[in-house]
């Protein structure tokens, strides 16, 4: 584990599906020896990776024991708590889940939407002070983080304000003291990666599903808790900023009525979407300012990574939107809070590659044109050149081409079949046949000439057309139970056949050996000979066994005798040793 990491692979757990590679949308996954692991430099942070992992090997940093030492080592440790817990903790009332969190240790709890309100009406300036802008919110972490690392030409898009997240730590700290702690729960898990990065401002990230382990840990039941009137949000309840979890939240805290046909704002959720939004913005010059609420999740918050999955999305939004129901307010607020950030490009300058490089890498994988270009997803990349360029950079391996694989396993199985001297065929559930070798055509096709090629109507032709035991491979297609080492007569031969199942009722196989071949005579008697010294040293053992110490001194005798009568190598002694003394007991 990459303890830096929020998310990291359990590499025990991995099963090597690349379920991860076809769902992540920057492709930050490397698979080596089968394993397919995070890389940090180029993740988002978006959690699909781990939401999709059928194993559970793709999973989130643990945070609890650093929380937990927070509170054993501060005085006062407030929780930052994200708007979207309406919808996370629809069966419980807000004074129960406060209280429930403040059984567990912590000294308040405030909403993040505070930060929130403070960003809608710094942003709301923004676009008034800069009128022909094209503008991008900065409130989501993976959004940021998708600029850095794989959009920097969109960077100077971005408001430049700090988080909701930040601005609330900021908040708090300056009604509350910079000594206190600040833990955040909720949904995302990028904003582990907020925290670590600004931890002047908070200190510790949690989700909804670490706080779920937390109360079942603690034997917490929030629903069962008697609220009190201390059990309410410090400083206060927010207001508008309670509408962040969906989209199109912020853009209704930045102007009070934002009906369809607006053409200034704009929200687009899911990164696909999000990705679709932003292409070909370079060149667009509107005649007015224009901002765009951009969220990694689509519908919001409300289905960020670590929200329970219990409810849809219309269900959620409409608990989110019965829940943020602002008195009658001017909007936007007047700032009252600087809120400065700058965001840098975390992205290497991406190396280019000729089209004589991707098809060197393709023909490793067997595609040798572009016809051979399937473009079928399966390695979990958009196409054949974008898996190219997985293999150039070392984050993909062949094994992970599935026409490839497929290809390479047909081949090693026809060149084993073609190799074996027995006669071996394969055919379908209609007796048809799929597959013979040389040795099958030679024992079965008498008019063929020596050395010519087996004639057009073996492959796909019916099984009784050349050979006389089609019955047996019908049983066994019928029974699934294969027949093994039987004896069949066919003209001058005799043969060993055996037949048994690939695909239970759909493929069977056979090998036919001709016994009458001197070698396998030969490989016969051999074969029958070592199975009866072997039965005899069985026997020899279970008297050996029943006689106990006689029959071992009896064996150093013999062994004795044998050594006496055994010519005697030039530089051997003279054996030194009297008979009769050996008998003497």
């Not at 993976?142 to 700090?162: D, N």
């Not at 009525?257 to 200034?264: D, K, L, M, P």
């Not at 090693?412 to 055919?427: D, E, F, G, N, T």
């Not at 150093?556 to 009568?565: C, G």
């Amino acid at each position: 584990m990459d303890n830096l990491s929020p998310i990291y692979t359990e590499k025990r757990e991995c099963q090597d599906c690349y379920k991860c590679v076809r769902h992540c949308p920057v492709k930050a996954i490397k698979v080596e020896a089968g394993c397919a692991s995070v890389i940090p430099n180029l993740c988002i942070y978006c959690g699909e990776c781990v939401a999709v992992c059928p194993s559970g090997a793709k999973r989130v940093r643990d945070d609890l024991p650093a929380v937990r030492q927070l509170l054993a080592t501060r005085e006062r440790v407030l929780v930052s708590l994200a708007p979207s817990f309406v919808s996370e903790f629809p069966e419980l009332r807000p004074g129960q889940l406060i209280r429930g969190l403040r059984e567990l240790g912590f000294h308040g709890v405030s909403e993040t939407a505070l930060g929130a309100q403070q960003v809608s009406a710094q942003a709301a300036a923004l676009l008034e002070a800069n009128p022909n802008r094209v503008l991008f919110s900065s409130a989501c972490p993976t959004v940021v983080c998708h600029l850095q690392k794989h959009r920097p030409e969109m960077l100077g898009h971005l408001t430049g304000l700090l988080s909701p997240l930040l601005t609330h730590g900021k908040m708090l700290r300056s009604l509350f003291g910079e000594d206190i702690g600040i833990v955040f729960i909720g949904p995302c898990i990028a904003k582990k990666i907020e925290a670590a990065q600004h931890p002047e401002l908070i200190n510790i990230a949690l989700t909804f599903a670490d706080l779920r382990r937390w109360f079942k840990q603690a034997k917490l039941i929030p629903e069962q808790a008697l609220e009190t009137p201390e059990d309410c949000f410090i400083p206060e309840a927010s207001a508008e900023g309670a509408w962040y979890p969906i989209d199109g939240g912020m853009i209704a805290g930045m102007k009070s009525a934002c009906a369809v046909n607006e053409n200034s704002y704009m929200a687009f959720s899911g990164i696909p979407a999000m990705t679709k939004a932003m292409d070909g913005l370079e060149e667009f010059k509107p005649d007015h300012g224009l901002f765009l609420e951009l969220l990694a999740c689509e519908g919001g918050c409300v289905n960020g990574p670590q929200t329970g999955r219990r409810t849809g999305t219309a269900a959620k939004r409409y608990r989110i939107l019965q829940y943020a129901r602002p008195p009658g307010l001017s909007l936007p607020r007047t700032p009252s809070l600087a809120i400065p950030e700058t965001f840098r490009s975390a992205s290497p300058a991406p190396p280019l590659y000729t089209d004589a490089h991707l098809r060197e890498a393709l023909r490793l994988v067997g595609k040798n044109s572009a016809d051979d270009e399937m473009n079928c997803g399966g390695c979990g990349y958009d196409s054949c050149r974008a898996f190219a360029i997985a293999l150039i950079t070392q984050k993909a391996e062949r094994s992970m081409c599935v026409t490839y694989m497929r290809k390479l396993a047909l081949k090693k199985a026809h060149a084993l079949i073609q190799k074996m001297p027995s006669a071996v065929v394969v055919v379908n559930e209609g007796l048809r046949i799929l597959e013979h070798n040389a040795a099958f055509t030679a024992l079965f096709v008498r008019d063929m000439p020596s050395g010519g090629a087996a004639p057009p109507g073996i492959e796909g032709g019916m099984l009784s057309e050349w050979m006389p035991f089609a019955q047996l491979f019908h049983s066994v297609l019928k029974t699934g139970e294969d027949i093994l080492d039987r004896t069949l007569r066919f003209q001058e031969t005799i043969l060993s056949a055996s037949i048994f199942t690939i695909e239970r009722h759909c493929v069977v196989a056979g090998i036919l050996e001709d016994v009458t071949k001197p070698a396998v005579r030969k490989e016969q008697v051999i074969r029958k000979a070592r199975g009866i010294i072997q039965k005899n040293l069985e026997t020899v053992q279970k008297i050996a066994c029943l006689l106990g110490e006689n029959a071992a001194e009896s064996e150093i005798a013999l062994n004795s005798i044998i050594e006496s009568f055994s010519p005697r190598k030039p530089e051997e002694p003279e054996p030194s040793h009297d008979w009769r003394k050996l008998y003497r007991r």
